[in-house]
């Protein structure tokens, strides 16, 4: 059963506008959300998370917002460059160090 | 620092065979987990480690064993490949509970024929 779902494999987005990822979640449980970025050959890297306490993180470019009631958050990228380009993935984590469950990811490409 | 490194990064096994993936982290990170991502799919967790000689199962640990004797290495053993474990394997490390993310080797892409 997949307890986190990114339903969107793939967004295109003109360069200089707003990237929007979305990922949806069944288990109210979950004390954090992650973002991770993930280019071709190489291992997830780590983004941007939110704890469940809060509903906005911000970093730079990257903010995350989470919607409880809804079991919904979202990643936003502003502006959006070439360089993100990447698969993007959200993950969930009951804080125990020991589960995280992954989304399918979102494709994003930004175009020059 | 190297971060999370991985061997090999590619590798074809015969249904049958046997392989240990490698894992070693420079962080002296606490925790340590093996994932494999399917196509089109996200990552599962195999097996973690919460320290050197405690190790525990994922998701989906069935066909696997780890180990842990010492913080900076986590083995994944394959015995007896089969088809379905077809995959691309992830090790990742994180200091728990003081951060939450994890860092991730690069991968090793498994094929069984």
């Known amino acids: 059963d997949q307890q986190v779902k990114q339903n969107s494999p793939s967004l295109s987005v003109q360069e200089g506008r707003i990237s929007i990822l979305n990922c949806d979640y069944t288990n109210s449980m979950f004390d954090y959300f992650l973002w991770y970025k993930k280019y071709p050959a190489e291992g997830p890297t780590f983004l941007i998370s939110i704890s469940s306490i809060k509903d906005k993180n911000e970093d730079g470019r990257f903010t995350v917002f989470l919607n409880k009631s809804a079991k919904h958050l979202s990643l936003h990228i502003v502006p959006s460059q070439p360089g993100d380009s990447a698969v993007y993935f959200c993950a969930a984590s009951k804080n125990t160090g020991n589960q995280f469950y992954f989304g399918t990811g979102t494709s994003l490409t930004v175009i020059p | 620092n190297a971060g999370v490194t991985q061997t090999p990064k590619f590798r074809i096994l015969k249904i049958g065979q046997s392989m240990t993936l490698q894992c070693t982290q420079d962080m002296n990170h606490n925790y340590m987990y093996w994932y494999r991502q399917d196509p089109g799919m996200g990552l599962k967790l195999i097996y973690y480690?919460?320290?050197?000689?405690?190790?525990d199962k994922g998701e989906v640990p069935n066909g696997y064993n780890v180990s842990r004797s010492t913080t900076e290495d986590f083995p994944l053993r394959l015995e007896l490949a089969a088809p379905s474990q077809t995959s691309v394997y992830f090790c990742a490390s994180s200091y728990f509970p003081d951060y939450i993310e994890q860092f991730f080797g690069p991968g090793t892409r498994l094929t069984v024929l």
């Open positions: 480690s919460v320290g050197a000689g405690i190790t």
